[in-house]
């Protein structure tokens, strides 16, 4: 008797792919019927949608036989999103709104009992992905969700509170003059508010040589392990370095929200924020890396374009840290299963902490160690050798004596660093396009342009401190970014000298 399509979308990973919900009414024995592979929740939305168009006045098919499939049947489908589309397939089905009208519009959102509409993760990848087609269509969201989505430039997207406010706009003609829906309203392009505020690392007193390696680390996107006893402020270093990065262009701030709306935990005033996730020692390798059915970031995504900092690093499982050594490297993480597979972004800067032994005082000038060798050697091989490999810089936070900290003037701010390390990194992108953690292959050789001495050094130090092909190729690396922090075209011996030094601080206490 009645047939209605409605445009939404399910979420695979950070893809938000075409999901067509048909409706179907036809004579026969009353049954509602939900086909298309669709998951627990989805089932469940035959109740959710049949008492929220009841008890908003509109009419149920009781007598009919209801079959809702959403293609394409192969895809899987989660949560409440098709909630108001398989709503509105029903009543398009039964005439009570114009289904023609419905062609170029998505919807998605979750109905309450009342017809009331519900936040849905996901709306920003979403907007991307409707926005990438390229096709002119218009996106309905609930309150919430709209405003995530129109985050995404050139987007019409609109918001609904209530079932009631979307029958509204899509009545019949011969229904007369629509009713006031107050609950809709055209979403205004998101506007770009001020930079976001970070702790300021003026903060800090002392600590001069970690802080010359976060301004190594962010201006050319390097790794970063600090080794040093308890209290010596290396937490607050890892906190305040997300401010020294250069500011978020529009497609980095879109990547990093919509990996957070998958998490359902993007707020607004996040917008343009590089993210900091410090996840507990007790985190697993799935927590870390990301894992479930169906497939959800896990913290290395959440930290995409921003840092992840991994306190007490001895600590975590084995298992965790060896997950995150294919990800530093490549920059994105595939999670496969049986049935799905799914990949993220996971474009972090990793900063990590340590205690040099178990009781943290190895090597401090304010407390004695009480560690034996074999205690020491045990706890930092805790740490394989392929991991520290990847990570470029190591740098050692000495403990400070009270009197000295106290008479210790105030660091240099935050902006002042972040000026240095954003033209540093403008210097490497106009040279090679990308940072210079990023070079690989011949372009660290095209691009580090080292003279002879600082070739000859280079391979002394490496030799005799037996470093892979991939120690010695991040150690320059990390000397062609100093180079940069100093404005120089190549890369000199003393600026090798001291990209070596930030690789030896963990043998050293060892």
């Not at 409440?80 to 519009?105: N, T, V, Y």
């Not at 106290?406 to 935050?414: D, I, M």
Request: glycine fraction near 8%; charge should be neutral.
């Amino acid at each position: 008797m009645g047939l209605s399509l409605v445009q939404s979308r399910a979420l695979m990973g950070l893809a938000a792919s075409a999901v067509t919900v048909e409706v179907h009414l036809a004579n026969g024995l009353p049954s509602f019927t939900l086909v298309g592979l669709a998951e627990t929740e989805v089932k469940e939305a035959r109740e959710r949608v049949r008492s929220a168009i009841l008890n908003s006045g509109l009419v149920f098919p009781h007598n009919q036989r209801i079959t809702v499939n959403l293609a394409p049947a192969d895809l899987p489908k989660d949560s409440g999103r098709l909630d108001l589309p398989i709503a509105l397939g029903i009543l398009a089905a039964s005439g009570q709104i114009d289904g023609a009208r419905l062609a170029g519009w998505e919807f998605a959102g979750e109905l309450s009992l009342s017809g009331e509409l519900r936040r849905v993760r996901g709306a920003l990848a979403m907007s991307v992905a409707l926005h990438q087609t390229g096709v002119d269509a218009q996106l309905v969201l609930p309150p919430g969700s709209a405003e995530e989505a129109a985050l995404v430039p050139g987007m019409a997207v609109h918001r609904a509170r209530h079932l009631l406010d979307v029958v509204a706009q899509f009545l019949p003609a011969s229904a007369g003059e629509p009713p006031v829906a107050e609950g809709w309203a055209r979403v205004p392009p998101a506007e770009r508010g001020a930079a976001p505020a970070y702790p300021d690392l003026a903060d800090v007193k002392g600590q001069a040589a970690p802080r010359r390696a976060l301004e190594i680390a962010a201006a050319g996107g390097h790794s970063l392990l600090m080794i040093g006893p308890p209290g010596t402020g290396k937490s607050m270093l890892a906190q305040r370095f997300a401010g020294l990065l250069p500011p978020m262009g529009v497609h980095e701030a879109l990547q990093s929200a919509a990996i957070a709306s998958l998490d359902g935990s993007f707020r607004i005033d996040h917008w343009g924020q590089r993210p900091t996730r410090a996840p507990h020692h007790s985190a697993s390798a799935v927590a870390l890396v990301g894992g479930g059915s169906p497939p959800r970031p896990g913290e290395i995504s959440l930290a995409h374009q921003g840092v992840l900092f991994l306190d007490e690093l001895p600590e975590f499982p084995r298992a965790a840290l060896e997950a995150l050594r294919e990800p530093l490297e490549s920059g994105h993480i595939t999670i496969s299963r049986a049935a799905r597979r799914a990949e993220f972004p996971a474009r972090f800067q990793l900063i990590a902490a340590m205690n040099p032994c178990p009781c943290g005082y190895l090597g401090s000038r304010t407390r004695p160690c009480r560690c034996t060798p074999d205690q020491v050697a045990r706890y930092q091989g805790k740490l394989s050798g392929p991991l520290l490999d990847r990570i470029d810089l190591h740098v050692e936070v000495a403990a400070l004596p009270p009197g000295e900290l106290l008479a210790a003037p105030a660091g240099e701010a935050t902006a002042d660093i972040r000026a240095r390390c954003t033209a540093a990194r403008e210097r490497a992108l106009a040279r090679q396009g990308v940072p210079n953690q990023a070079l690989q292959g011949q372009a660290i050789d095209e691009h580090a342009r080292l003279d002879d001495a600082a070739r000859q050094f280079l391979h002394t130090a490496a030799t005799r401190l037996g470093w892979s092909a991939r120690a010695t190729h991040r150690a320059l690396k990390v000397a062609r970014t100093i180079a940069d922090l100093a404005g120089s075209a190549s890369v000199s011996a003393a600026h090798v000298a001291e990209a070596v030094q930030y690789r030896r601080a963990l043998r050293q206490q060892a």
